[in-house]
């Protein structure tokens, strides 16, 4: 296991189309989060699973998006409905149990571009 | 509501020089404090980070100030190298019964001239 891996790594969509992301963290990691980097600006964050359990969403989320983590193993994250506004870098990441301080260590993310 | 800041956008520096990247944060929760580099296209690597009781931490040529009473931190990169041009985020969790969230400033675009 090198790493978090994220797939596809670009992703071009047509405006009112549904597209979802995958994300495979790192193995013993049981904490899993998704961002999202527009230009110029650091990683916003999305949302938060400890295992399975999705804990934490930000009000960034909307209604057109969700994540899911089935097994608390991989995860999804499904934007319904594309939105120019969409547009962005797609980040994941993951870090272990145990001490609440602790780094996150991301995937290499999905750049989505909605036409 | 941006609670941690990077004033600066950019910096170059030339090489074997030193390069200090500042961050600056609003939230007292704050008790983590991390640094994360980013080459284009790629995913934020984590370089270094540094706990609320302490007020450094040094690993190789990176070391990682804290100043709780003016809620700012800074990296110093000594001596720079032209491999270390890249966007230099700083990022910041809190304690949470959820775990951590972090919260990162915009970046810093280093530029290390050979």
């Known amino acids: 296991d090198t790493g978090v891996s994220q797939d596809p790594r670009h992703k071009i969509t047509k405006r009112g189309q549904n597209v979802t992301f995958r994300c495979d963290p790192i193995?013993?990691?049981?904490?899993l989060y998704w961002y999202r980097q527009t230009l110029g600006q650091g990683p916003e964050f999305l949302t938060y699973?400890?295992?399975?359990?999705?804990?934490?969403k930000s009000r960034l989320l909307s209604d057109r998006f969700s994540a899911e983590r089935p097994k608390g193993s991989f995860s999804t994250l499904e934007i319904q409905r594309t939105e120019q506004g969409d547009s962005a870098m797609y980040l994941c990441?993951?870090?272990?149990?145990?001490?609440?301080?602790?780094?996150?260590?991301f995937g290499q993310g999905t750049r989505l571009t909605v036409v | 509501d941006q609670q941690v800041k990077q004033n600066s956008p950019s910096l170059s520096v030339q090489e074997g020089r030193i390069s200090i990247l500042n961050c600056d944060y609003t939230?007292?929760?704050?008790?983590?404090f991390l640094w994360y580099k980013k080459y284009p296209a790629e995913g934020p690597t984590f370089l270094i980070s540094?706990?609320?009781?302490?007020d450094k931490n040094e690993d190789g040529r990176f070391t990682v100030f804290l100043n709780k009473s003016a809620k700012h931190l800074s990296l110093h990169i000594v001596p720079s190298q032209p491999g270390d041009s890249a966007v230099y985020f700083c990022?910041?969790?809190?304690?949470?019964?959820?775990?951590?969230?972090?919260?990162f400033g915009t970046g810093t675009s280093l530029t290390v001239i050979p």
């Open positions: 939230n007292s929760m704050f008790d983590y």
């Open positions: 193995s013993e990691h049981n904490r």
């Open positions: 990441a993951s870090s272990p149990w145990g001490s609440q301080n602790t780094e996150a260590f």
């Open positions: 699973f400890q295992n399975e359990a999705q804990l934490e």
């Open positions: 540094i706990s609320s009781i302490k």
């Open positions: 990022a910041a969790s809190r304690p949470d019964y959820t775990g951590n969230q972090f919260y």
